[in-house]
């Protein structure tokens, strides 16, 4: 069966704090993980997709890097804007398009 | 670009009555529309795929006769909650997919609450 765990479920940073979100996954094959972000209230926001061990991808002060088990999301001096849930997310080979979320790792960024 | 929206973004009904709920691409046509359920705290569950022009596919555990979703367009989905009762009230989240499968956007959501 299809998992995906995200860890810590929240965590509470001081701004400048820097820290990493941990997104693991045991899928059957994958063809990409996703990274979203959610502030409460709205839809998901995309962030990132990677699709193969050992990629990165940056924008601003968030890096996502993805192994064959695992992704983390890097958060570099974190500002209070940057406070969210940030939702993991993969998707299957044999599934189109359908996305399996972790359950998402609520940020808060305190000035 | 790829913008989608839904409408209702709230909605408050009496239990035993129907609601509906719409995504629209508003910049884009979404050949496949999926439609998301989110309980407070908890993450996005999938509850089905459309295709424009035919019948959805629901995940296990969800009764397709309490969840109608119709994908008339390439531009609108739409979801009606049929004979909605206080359990089914959830933040129900849809995204659009032009076309490829790792490109999937999202809608602002649509908070249902039924009493």
């Known amino acids: 069966e299809d998992q995906v765990t995200q860890s810590p479920e929240a965590l509470r940073l001081q701004e400048g704090e820097s820290s990493s979100l941990n997104c693991s996954y045991t899928?059957?094959?994958?063809?990409?993980l996703f990274w979203y972000r959610q502030d409460p209230g709205k839809g998901p926001e995309f962030l990132f997709t990677?699709?193969?061990a050992g990629e990165e991808k940056e924008k601003e002060r968030l890096k996502a890097t993805l192994t064959k088990k695992e992704s983390f999301l890097h958060i570099t001096a974190p500002k209070p804007e940057d406070s969210a849930t940030y939702l993991c997310?993969?998707?299957?080979?044999?599934?189109?398009?359908?996305?399996?979320f972790g359950a998402g790792t609520q940020v808060v960024v305190t000035p | 670009g790829a913008v989608v929206s839904q409408h209702p973004s709230r909605v408050i009904c009496k239990s035993g009555t129907s609601v509906k709920i719409e995504c629209r691409s508003l910049?884009?046509?979404?050949?496949?529309m999926f439609w998301y359920r989110q309980f407070p705290k908890q993450s996005l569950m999938l509850m089905a795929t459309?295709?424009?022009?035919?019948?959805?596919?629901?995940e296990q555990g969800v009764e397709k006769d309490k969840f109608l979703i119709n994908h008339a367009s390439l531009t609108l989905s739409t979801l009606t909650v049929t004979s909605a009762h206080p359990e089914d009230s959830s933040f129900y989240i849809c995204?659009?997919?032009?076309?490829?499968?790792?490109?999937?956007?999202f809608g602002p959501g649509t908070r249902l609450t039924v009493t």
């Open positions: 995204s659009a997919s032009p076309g490829q499968p790792h490109e999937q956007y």
């Open positions: 899928v059957s094959g994958l063809r990409g």
């Open positions: 990677l699709y193969s």
């Open positions: 997310a993969v998707q299957v080979t044999d599934s189109w398009g359908k996305l399996q």
């Open positions: 910049d884009f046509q979404a050949t496949t």
């Open positions: 459309s295709n424009e022009g035919s019948k959805a596919t629901y």
